[in-house]
């Protein structure tokens, strides 16, 4: 399912999807970032170790656990780690043989943030319906 409008693209993820990667940058308009989220269903992964030119990536597991490959070490992964991973890291991920593995990937340009959400928001009058006067 998707929804957009001027300010806002929505895409809901289907919870029966088995193996899969679906990127949504061009669902969501993106423009600033690529984001996909990866099913893996239990013992298997990535199927090739591999780095980029210019983009860090950073990874939100959501359900399960495995292994995370980077620059020849194995370490475990699960639901609720977040982390991020220079552009030259190596990299691999695989889903635990008794767990089925989701996780979204942000890839930006490394060093492309100009500035925090704390410099670039601003705090508007209006109000949404459940906000007190």
Known sequence: MSA??????????????????????????????????????PGKGSGFVHAHRRNEELYIVTHGHGWLYIDGAEIPVGEGNVFRISAEGRR?????????????????????????????????????SWMKE
Not at 15 to 21: G, R
Not at 23 to 40: D, I, P
């Open 92 to 128: 691999a991920i695989r889903a635990a043989d008794d767990s089925t593995l989701i996780y979204y990937c942000v890839q930006a340009d490394a060093g492309s943030l100009v500035q925090s959400t704390r410099d670039d928001g601003y705090k508007l009058a209006e109000k949404a």
């Open 4 to 41: 957009q409008n001027l300010n806002l693209a929505m895409w809901q993820a289907d919870p029966a999807t088995v193996e899969s990667k679906v990127f949504l940058r061009q669902t969501l308009g993106l423009t600033a970032a690529e984001v996909s989220r990866t099913v893996h269903l």
